[in-house]
Structure formats: structure tokens, C-alpha cells
């Protein structure tokens, strides 16, 4: 008597490393002295991005932390002063700022993230979430702009806009997406047929 058996099993399992990877990874500038005081003030900048911190700038804790992270940024000298002052700017996105801007705590955080575009001129946006209120649009800021809060400014308070406030730039090409973690794994799985056969 012939009896067979057909027995489906996952035989194999093929682990392989991905690294995340587009044609802007890791190129980030920074001057030398840029960045140097501050808890985390310039952690990943540029990661999965671009990033270009020029003298002087990027001063405080998590004043520049992820900027550019997966998107493009610049930071004229002695921008971006303070704790949180451009936290998470041009995150998948794009933003360039002036020297001597984003003075104050949180003044330019979020801004020209997750594919908005932001460019902020010299000596503007300096005071505590003085243009924090523009995230997730596209604006221009002129130079020597929005340096107090106020209705006749760019920002009422750190969510609500002023008459300065408005849309004037064309929207940036949307970033890839940044990875959560890199490197990670994927495993790729295999089926197989085997056939048995038992005689007696």
C-alpha cells in the first residue's frame, strides 16, 4: 500500500540588513564653531537629509535637534539662539534661514516641515515663538521682520498668525520619507512542496 503525504512548510527563513538609504544621505556641514553648547543641540541634523550650519549658530538645548532630518536645511551665523529655537526645522521638508535669526526660545521650531518650505531672512524672528505660529505652511519672511509678537507681526502668539503671515513660496518637492531606525532587518520567507512517500 502506497500512502503519500503532502506536508506544506515554511523551511527557510533569509534575514537580510536594509540600509536606508536616498541620494541625500548624510551630508550635513557644520562649522566648527557651530553647535557647541547645549543638550543634543545638534543631533541629527541632515540625517537622511541635508544640512549646512554656519558659524556661531545652533546655541542652546535642542536648539537645531533633528533639523534637516530627512529634508534640507541651512542656518545663516548666529541663528537659531536658544533652547529649541529651530527644533525640528526642514524635518522632510526645506528650510533656509538669514544670520542673526531665530533668537529665542522655540522662535522657529516645526517650521518647513513634512514637505513645506520656509525661508527666513537676517535679523527676523527674534523673540520666544516669535514665527513658531507659521509651522505647516509656506512662507517668507523678509529680513529684519517679526521680531515681537503682535497682530501687525507674523505671529499673534507661538498658534496664532499676524498680518505678516503669509504664503508666498512655491511648495518644495516632497522629501522621501525618513526611516524610523536604520539599520533594521526584513526577513523574507519561503514556501516548499514536499512530497513523502511511505511504501509498505
Not at 535642542?62 to 534637516?68: L, P, S, T
Not at 526645506?94 to 544670520?99: C, E, K, L, P
Amino acid at each position: 500500500m502506497l500512502v503519500s503525504f503532502f506536508i506544506f512548510v515554511v523551511v527557510t527563513v533569509l534575514c537580510g540588513v536594509v540600509t536606508a538609504k536616498d541620494e541625500r544621505q548624510l551630508t550635513a556641514s557644520i562649522d566648527s564653531t557651530a553647535c557647541l553648547e547645549g543638550f543634543q543641540v545638534c543631533d541629527n541634523v541632515g540625517k537622511y537629509g541635508s544640512g549646512n550650519i554656519e558659524a556661531g549658530a545652533c546655541d542652546g538645548a535642542h536648539a537645531c535637534f533633528y533639523a534637516g532630518y530627512g529634508g534640507h536645511v541651512t542656518v545663516g551665523s548666529n541663528s537659531c539662539q536658544q533652547k529649541g529655537a529651530c527644533y525640528d526645522l526642514g524635518k522632510q521638508g526645506d528650510a533656509t534661514i538669514g544670520s542673526e535669526s531665530c533668537k529665542g526660545e522655540y522662535a522657529c521650531m516645526d517650521l518647513g516641515e513634512n514637505g513645506r518650505r520656509i525661508e527666513i531672512g537676517s535679523n527676523s524672528c527674534n523673540c520666544d515663538n516669535c514665527c513658531r505660529c507659521l509651522k505647516g505652511d509656506i512662507h517668507a519672511v523678509p529680513d529684519n521682520s517679526c521680531n515681537v509678537l503682535g497682530a501687525e507681526e507674523c505671529c499673534k502668539s507661538s498658534t496664532e498668525k499676524g498680518s505678516k503671515a503669509s504664503a508666498t513660496l512655491p511648495p518644495t518637492e516632497s522629501p522621501k520619507a525618513a526611516p524610523n531606525a536604520a539599520p533594521t532587518s526584513s526577513k523574507k520567507y519561503s514556501l516548499k512542496l514536499i512530497s513523502i512517500a511511505i511504501s509498505d
